[in-house]
């Protein structure tokens, strides 16, 4: 892929990969950004599969098979590269996973982490998902 972004005002972007899918929906239809990072906008490392941005949020996605501690540490790396420096950007990371082999509590530790680190919102949801902005 040559270009790394997209720029449009869709009602609806799709992220998917093999069996998981991510779907985000647009409502006021304002001008948003997908940014394809894995293999493009960052080619080498950890790294998360997208970046959207929209309405002054950076929405990082990470769809991933069942291998939740990994996908966790690409979002990491992914907002240290590419994440604004600002730390009080809003954020929001998903991991979009075929099933969730973490104990819940887990997941809330991860997202506590997540909220005082990086000012961010940690979703872990089961393929597919859909949320709004």
Same mark, same amino acid.
């Given at each position: 892929?040559?270009? &790394?972004?997209?720029? $449009? %005002? ?9 069996? $998981? ?18 293999? &493009? ?6 790294? &998360?599969? #997208? ?8 929405? #990082?996605?990470?769809? %991933? ?27 929001? &990371? #998903? ?24 000012? $961010? %919102?940690?979703?872990?949801?089961? $393929?597919? #998902?859909?949320?709004?902005y």
């Open positions: 892929m040559e270009n &790394c972004r997209l720029t $449009s %005002k869709n009602k609806i972007f799709t992220f998917k990969e093999q069996r $998981s899918e991510l779907i985000l929906k647009n409502i006021d239809e304002v001008e948003s950004t997908k940014v394809h990072v894995d293999g &493009c906008e960052i080619t080498d490392g950890l790294r &998360c599969d #997208y970046l959207h941005l929209a309405k002054e949020l950076e929405l #990082y996605i990470e769809l %991933k098979g069942q291998d939740l501690e990994h996908a966790k540490k690409q979002l990491e790396r992914t907002i240290g590269i590419l994440g604004a420096k600002n730390k009080q950007q809003k954020r929001v &990371c #998903y991991i979009i996973c075929t099933r969730s082999p973490l104990a819940s509590t887990q997941i809330q530790e991860w997202d506590r982490e997540f909220r005082k680190k990086f000012n $961010s %919102k940690l979703v872990v949801k089961t $393929s597919p #998902y859909t949320d709004t």
